[in-house]
């Protein structure tokens, strides 16, 4: 069975930053991704950045490009999202979901994954 499990969210400041990690169990080959996402109170979830375990591509959405990156570890099964310049709209519950083969983009916006982590709480304050 595949879980995910998120770390690393915490209340920062505007401008500070934060580094989120994903550990992934159950899986045995490298033909997945792993993506990002975050739910902002009274707001639908949404896309924040991926990695296509394989070889590495990412993909990052607009409210995060340029200030995020998405990396694993040389254990391939951690993977980190280090944000930085946070600003209180990046406020929201963050999590990692795993599909398998690379990310799916549509019409420039990260879709919805197979699996999911139960999330870890990121605040910002002004």
């Known amino acids: 069975e595949v879980q995910l499990a998120e770390s690393g969210g915490g209340l920062v400041q505007t401008g500070e930053s934060l580094r989120l990690s994903c550990v992934a169990s159950?899986?045995?080959?490298?033909?997945?991704?792993i993506g990002w996402f975050r739910q902002a109170p009274g707001k639908e979830r949404e896309g924040v950045s991926c990695?296509?375990?394989?070889?590495?591509?990412?993909h990052y959405e607009d409210s995060v490009k340029g200030r995020a990156t998405i990396f694993t570890d040389n254990d391939k099964n951690l993977v980190h999202l280090q944000v930085n310049n946070l600003k209180p709209e990046d406020t929201g519950v963050y999590y990692c979901?795993?599909?398998?083969?690379?990310?799916?983009?549509?019409?420039?916006?990260?879709?919805?994954?197979?699996?999911w982590g139960k999330g870890t709480l990121v605040t910002v304050s002004s």
């Open positions: 979901a795993a599909e398998w083969g690379p990310c799916t983009v549509i019409g420039g916006e990260l879709y919805e994954m197979d699996v």
């Open positions: 990695i296509n375990i394989e070889d590495g591509s990412t």
């Open positions: 159950g899986i045995t080959h490298d033909y997945y991704s």
